[in-house]
């Protein structure tokens, strides 16, 4: 009996976990060298071995969060922050029992400025017993400790805004590396994510860094449409060492700047605009320049995927657009100007077009066609659903097993946002529907609980080495155009042949 937990040899040392219930359970083992001094700003070190036994009870500390008022809604609330965020949680069925179980590598979402893997909704002890899988969750440097360039500024300070996605790959080495003495197989090892996390996951797919240490992903509302250019991420430096009080040619001098100083100013930059921050940079060395055009090519050939979105994504950020209750149609079409550079002198003639092609596809489905409605669907489309689905396009040019889903789970809770927004799949895929804050929004009902473990299932034998399918569901083919077969997640689940497909198709001029 593990009267006091069990214990398993890594090569860095001894650590010794939980036990709860049929479920072991190791938090907050380092897969890096702390990120500090020195060291910020820089890429990611193996750990130092220590000796005796490490404590592996308790989640490390989380990397240091921006203010977002979404976060409490969700559920993404840390009990600590620090620099010191380098480490990654594990749950298994059977640690040393010799047996190689799939593995499941959860990277979580949060706008790159707020979120960890110690989330009360990733609590994968229900996936680990439903699947007999072993699933492990990570932290990665957030805002400017893991996404900030300052490369061409010429200060000192040598940074490429990509420290955190060495962080990812430092630790899906660790995974290769360690996995095994945790009953995983790191052979078979599927990475998925949600929002920041699914953008972070289709990097990794172009990036040769990555090769070989994914073999399966799940990607949950994010994709390359969502990475920057080094211009911008410039721009982003810029400001945020105007807020500090440093000139660009003394950017050396961040190194020095206090942890709380620099997320006041992360702050203050994300306060002017609507757009985050920070988010990948397509550099052209790590990250290929053009990431869309490397998928085409065949950067990640041979890695099965599960791509989707939520219908109506942007629900979820109603309440902080206080203009969007009384958007008329001027406002909507100056809105979606904005949306199409390149489509004229503002993107009017274009945006015109996508306002009429969204209205007369709503309306022949009797969908609302209201101002507010049709900008909603068509900024979902914009930052989540056009993106997902031509990265499924280009890759299943090469790798045919690629699966597309659309969530459209309503949450109908009073006083909760409402509709199929995004991240309200996230209790569905970890069967925290009980347990989480999301769960609330989505509802506790026992329908929920149905979809859920078909979500579960489904998410396990696709990981398991097959088509995603499980009792309940209709079956899922694999997506290529002109069908695009599309799971539709929903009370009642079925499959549809390209859903808004006139939608999809105004965007296909302006991704690639």
């Given at each position: ?177 360690e996995i095994a003495a945790f009953g995983g197989d790191p052979g078979n090892v599927t990475v998925f994510g949600e929002s920041a ?316």
């Open positions: 009996m593990e009267t006091q937990g069990p214990v398993v040899e890594t090569q860095r040392g001894r650590v010794r976990g939980t036990v709860e219930g049929s479920v072991r359970v190791f938090r907050g083992i380092p897969f890096a060298k702390p990120p500090v001094g020195p060291q910020r700003f820089g890429a990611p070190e193996a750990p130092e071995p220590w000796p005796g036994v490490r404590d592996a009870t308790r989640f490390g500390p989380a990397s240091h969060q921006a203010s977002r008022p979404l976060a409490p809604i969700l559920g993404i609330l840390v009990d600590e922050e620090s620099e010191d965020c380098l480490t990654l949680n594990v749950w298994t069925p059977g640690p040393g029992d010799g047996t190689r179980r799939p593995v499941m590598v959860w990277i979580h979402g949060g706008a790159w400025v707020i979120g960890s893997g110690s989330e009360r909704t990733y609590d994968a002890s229900h996936l680990v017993r439903r699947g007999d899988v072993v699933v492990v969750t990570i932290n990665y440097r957030l805002g400017p400790f893991g996404f900030l360039r300052t490369r061409e500024l010429g200060g000192g300070l040598d940074a490429t805004g990509n420290e955190a996605m060495l962080d990812q790959v430092a630790a899906l080495e660790w995974v290769r590396d996390g699914s953008v972070n996951i289709a990097c990794l797919l172009t990036m040769p860094r990555a090769r070989g240490l994914l073999h399966r992903a799940i990607l949950q509302s994010g994709s390359l449409n969502l990475t920057r250019p080094p211009s911008m991420a410039l721009d982003v430096a810029r400001q945020i060492l105007a807020e500090v009080g440093l000139a660009p040619e003394h950017a050396h001098r961040l190194r020095d700047v206090p942890a709380k100083d620099l997320m006041a100013a992360t702050n203050a930059v994300a306060g002017r605009s609507v757009i985050p921050p920070f988010s990948p940079v397509a550099d052209g060395e790590l990250i290929p320049a053009r990431p869309f055009a490397a998928i085409a090519e065949g950067s990640a050939r041979g890695v099965p995927l599960i791509v989707g979105t939520n219908l109506e994504e942007m629900k979820l950020y109603r309440f902080l657009d206080p203009l969007l209750e009384r958007l008329d149609e001027a406002a909507l079409l100056q809105r979606c100007g904005l949306l199409f550079p390149g489509a004229g002198p503002d993107g009017r003639a274009h945006a015109e077009r996508a306002v009429d092609t969204y209205r007369s596809a709503r309306r022949a489905r009797g969908e609302d066609a209201s101002a507010v409605e049709t900008w909603l669907a068509i900024s979902t489309d914009h930052v989540f659903r056009a993106g997902a689905l031509k990265l499924a396009e280009f890759h299943a040019r090469h790798t045919p097993e690629v699966f597309v889903y659309q969530f459209e789970w309503k949450g109908k809770e009073p006083g909760r946002p409402q509709g199929a927004i995004h991240a309200l799949e996230l209790p569905f895929v970890f069967g925290t529907l009980a347990t989480s804050e999301i769960g609330a929004i989505a509802g506790r009902t026992p329908a929920g609980r149905t979809l859920s473990a078909q979500m579960q299932d489904a998410w396990i034998a696709f990981v398991r080495g097959g088509p995603p399918r499980a009792a309940g569901l209709p079956e899922w083919p694999a997506y290529a155009p002109p069908r695009r077969a599309t799971m539709v997640l929903a009370d009642l689940p079925r499959l549809v042949d390209a859903p808004q497909e006139p939608e999809r198709a105004v965007w296909d001029a302006f991704l690639g």
